[in-house]
């Protein structure tokens, strides 16, 4: 199995440190709003790259963060005049909400940030008393240039990253040794949630935040380190550059980081109103199909998101739950009795498409190649099935299909659709709810439905429904 290692920029086969091991940790979403197509990116091709490791029989320790504290949650907190604490736990059930819609398997661990504070502190702690850190006034930098290595996965050179640099360029510059030294721990501004440390009652910066959490839920040294390419400089480059000086050994042994996703072929801004978020996206489609829309390009290609081509994922989705859902019905009216032998010569030449699917994710997780395999397989699965066939010959053909889309996290066995009437049934409960003031039911109800592919729109005639 070959994986492109931004660290070394070329294709290595992959040998984990531990035989039959993989400690994987990936950057999660900093929570201060819904979260947004491009985060979903990076949680989509990670959970594939898990769930293909998995299938290849490794115990994957698989963990991935979430940034509770940050500049942009306190703003949120302060505008809604609610806590910090408040926002981030709103966004986190709302953001494992859509993680479900898109069938990502939960972390080994979910770390957050707040909760790992202490590590924090003891990790700046060895890197001041290592001479790599220094406080001034109650803020603690890193000092950059002590250590050999950095820019080793970014690939810049120190000398080149002048004073100035508007991506390392940071408040209170003039209190700095060196203007490329970076922020481990800041003092508090009024209003701010803050944490007793040796230095201020402060926070901690963002970049020793997974450092700390890779450390303490995998080990000093883990197999992949994983996440969006916005985060290879400054903040994957600063982690390798606390955890390697803290912990004395390489910090992860392979680096791996998806493409951007453009909208229309155009970065996605909010002020190109180009902008939408999951939970955007689940009014239209199934999330699955957002899935299977990430997985038609490789991950470390730039992805463009467009009405057009997620109507052709959707297409190309519903042709695989298609089959799948022929063959049950086959397999449900079928003959009993053992397969023929004709059946098993049939089920053998499968064997060349997994082989094929297998050979796609085994060079870099090339999903686009891999789904390919995948439709050869249903052609052929439509090809070779009837009603003439026995029950456990369309069985095995369908556990063929499933074995391989249950690797790239899609969900091919449709539940049986809800009828109209248990849906006006649970809309006509919700609107009693409301009437009770009993909010959080309300939207329990909205949401079992919407996890149901049903979209409901609040109007003054009323209630609205229609099938995503």
Request: aromatic share 10%; with cysteine.
């Amino acid at each position: 199995m070959k994986i492109y290692n931004t660290l070394t920029r070329k294709k290595e086969e992959f040998q984990p440190l531990e035989e039959g091991k993989v400690k994987m940790y990936v950057c999660g979403p900093t929570v201060y709003n819904l979260i947004h197509i491009g985060n979903a990116r990076p949680m989509i091709c990670f959970d594939t790259v898990r769930r293909y490791l998995e299938y290849k029989g490794y115990d994957v320790n698989y963990v991935s963060n979430f940034t509770d504290v940050d500049d942009k949650i306190i703003k949120k907190a302060n505008e809604e005049g609610v806590s910090a604490e408040e926002i981030s736990q709103r966004y986190i059930a709302e953001c494992k909400k859509d993680m479900e819609g898109m069938n990502i398997k939960p972390a080994t661990t979910h770390p957050l940030a707040t909760q790992e504070i202490g590590g924090m502190i003891d990790m700046i702690q060895t890197l001041i008393d290592k001479g790599y850190a220094y406080n001034v006034n109650g803020t603690v930098y890193y000092r950059t240039r002590k250590f050999e290595g950095y820019g080793k996965l970014s690939k810049k050179n120190i000398d080149d990253l002048e004073a100035g640099h508007r991506d390392i360029k940071v408040a209170g510059e003039s209190e700095k040794e060196d203007p490329l030294d970076f922020v481990l721990w800041k003092p508090k501004k009024e209003g701010e949630p803050y944490w007793e440390s040796p230095w201020s009652e402060g926070r901690p910066g963002w970049h020793i935040e997974c450092s700390v959490m890779s450390k303490k839920y995998l080990a000093d040294e883990i197999d992949i380190h994983a996440g969006g390419e916005d985060l290879i400089f400054p903040h994957h480059e600063n982690e390798i550059a606390q955890s390697e000086a803290a912990n004395g050994v390489p910090f992860a042994k392979y680096w791996m980081h998806n493409a951007f996703l453009n909208i229309d072929n155009k970065k996605m801004s909010k002020s190109l109103g180009n902008f939408f978020t999951v939970r955007d996206i689940s009014k239209e489609y199934d999330l699955q199909v957002l899935r299977f829309f990430m997985l038609s390009a490789h991950y470390r290609n730039p992805i463009n998101f467009s009405h057009d081509l997620m109507e052709s994922a959707k297409n190309g989705l519903d042709r695989i739950v298609t089959a799948v859902g022929n063959l049950t019905h086959l397999a449900e009216n079928a003959q009993a009795g053992a397969m023929t032998d004709e059946e098993k010569a049939l089920l053998e030449k499968t064997a060349e498409m997994t082989a094929k699917f297998e050979a796609a994710m085994e060079d870099d997780f090339n999903t686009a190649d891999a789904i390919a395999a995948v439709f050869e397989l249903v052609k052929f699965a439509n090809s070779n099935s009837s009603a003439d066939n026995t029950a456990e010959y369309l069985n095995a053909l369908k556990a063929k299909i499933t074995a391989l889309t249950d690797v790239l996290g899609l969900i091919t066995e449709k539940e049986a659709e809800m009828l109209d009437e248990e849906i006006e049934n649970l809309i006509a409960q919700r609107q009693q709810a409301r009437k009770d003031r009993d909010f959080a039911k309300a939207d329990e109800i909205r949401d079992t439905l919407l996890a149901k592919g049903i979209v409901l729109e609040d109007t003054r005639e009323g209630v609205r429904w229609k099938r995503a």
